[in-house]
């Protein structure tokens, strides 16, 4: 979310077969040096917690069984704030009703959606680089352990993705984050079966948070 596109649509989709009763809050996580996100604890929160620019409508829901439901999310006040980065999370918390079939029990199941939302203002850099690259053979199997690397006063979201010298993917992660209070994130993966030649590594932001990219080819 930008000063230029303060709102945002999420949209929620009720897949089960009983109706569910839903709240909405926003929630902030600290993160530790190494991008572990961690409950705030005494109201000690980041510093970057967008809580206090964001509003949701409608505060609570009753979704039907199939039945799908918009909550818009506002960023207020953008053009009194420095340029900067903000993240907070919206928590959407369901209880899905299911009586049993003798009617003399109730059972409430508890489902907790936590979804990141970012906020930026201004023209925000990032850059990202691979560094301590090892490749472990063990049982015919290969692990690359790595750190993912960033600098800039934004953070990153993408995807990183383990590539043959051929550029087939041997194996990816999806949806990473890297958050500001991260410079250094490290990384492993194995690959199922043991890849002849070269390993490359690579990342890519998601279009829709930006461009930043990098990548490492084995020597």
């Not at 709240?23 to 005494?42: C, E, H, M, P, Y």
Request: aromatic share 8%.
């Amino acid at each position: 979310m930008t000063e230029a596109n303060p709102k945002y649509d999420y949209q929620f989709y009720n897949q089960g077969t009983s109706a569910a009763e839903c709240t909405t809050q926003f929630i902030d996580f600290n993160v530790t040096a190494n991008g572990q996100l961690r409950s705030v604890k005494n109201g000690n929160g980041p510093t970057t917690s967008a809580k206090a620019l964001l509003r949701a409508s409608p505060k609570r829901i009753r979704l039907e069984p199939n039945q799908a439901q918009k909550i818009k999310v506002i960023a207020r006040n953008l053009r009194r704030q420095p340029n900067a980065e903000w993240v907070s999370y919206l928590s959407l918390r369901c209880k899905n009703l299911v009586k049993a079939t003798d009617q003399k029990m109730q059972i409430t199941p508890n489902f907790v959606f936590n979804i990141p939302v970012i906020v930026r203002k201004g023209q925000l850099g990032a850059k990202v680089h691979f560094s301590d690259v090892d490749i472990l053979e063990q049982n015919n199997q290969q692990t690359i352990q790595f750190n993912l690397n960033r600098e800039g006063n934004r953070s990153l979201y993408g995807r990183i993705d383990v590539l043959d010298e051929s550029d087939n993917i041997l194996t990816f992660v999806k949806g990473l984050s890297i958050y500001q209070q991260t410079q250094s994130l490290p990384k492993s993966l194995t690959l199922k079966n043991k890849a002849s030649g070269k390993l490359k590594l690579r990342f890519v932001e998601s279009e829709k948070f930006g461009n930043a990219s990098a990548s490492w080819t084995q020597p």
